[in-house]
């Protein structure tokens, strides 16, 4: 009888539960949102990758003119985000028509397709990167006594994540029949 009366409970919570979200109506505060953006959502989803694109190398550039001493930054660790930033440039470069075949490029839809993978690989192997430094370089070597700082390797990481975002907004927030940016 204690299990019959739990699961005619949980069955009353879950038909509760489930249409929760649906008595929240953002009409009365974003009347009009989506229409007034609608024409505009390639030069939003632009500038907000640009600002994520900026915003990474800013970051970098900074942590680099803050720790100059190669004990606390070395040299290489820059190398990620390069990688970074030529796979933005290596996935944006095409089109999603050219990889689904739409288009009629010199470029057949399995190059596009490989480009496109090779571009995604890069990406994920700077954001790994990033990360196997900040940890290999920065984390574990905290229990030393000169121990690099923690934020250069806090830089890095972040510069390649806010990389990988710019190009994942802009490769997949825009629209294409639009010609705008």
């Not at 009888?1 to 008595?23: I, L, N, P, T, Y």
């Not at 397709?113 to 196997?132: E, P, T």
Request: aromatic residues 14%.
């Amino acid at each position: 009888m204690k299990c019959r009366v739990s699961v005619v409970f949980q069955k009353k919570c879950a038909v509760e539960m489930s249409g929760f979200c649906d008595r929240i109506s953002c009409e009365d505060c974003c009347e009009g949102l989506r229409d007034r953006f609608e024409d505009k959502r390639n030069m939003v989803a632009s500038a907000v990758s640009g600002l994520f694109f900026f915003s990474g190398w800013w970051i970098l550039i900074d942590t680099a003119c803050t720790y100059t001493d190669s004990h606390d930054l070395h040299k290489a660790y820059h190398i990620a985000g390069v990688c970074g930033t030529v796979s933005f440039f290596m996935v944006n470069a095409l089109s999603n028509g050219v990889v689904r075949g739409d288009v009629d490029t010199c470029l057949s839809p399995m190059v596009a397709r490989i480009w496109l993978f090779l571009g995604f690989m890069l990406a994920f192997g700077a954001v790994i990167a990033s990360v196997w430094i900040f940890i290999g370089g920065y984390v574990i070597k905290q229990s030393k006594s000169n121990a690099p700082p923690l934020w250069a390797g806090i830089g890095i990481m972040a510069q390649n994540l806010c990389i990988f975002l710019a190009s994942s907004i802009y490769k997949f927030a825009r629209k294409e029949d639009d010609a705008s940016f």
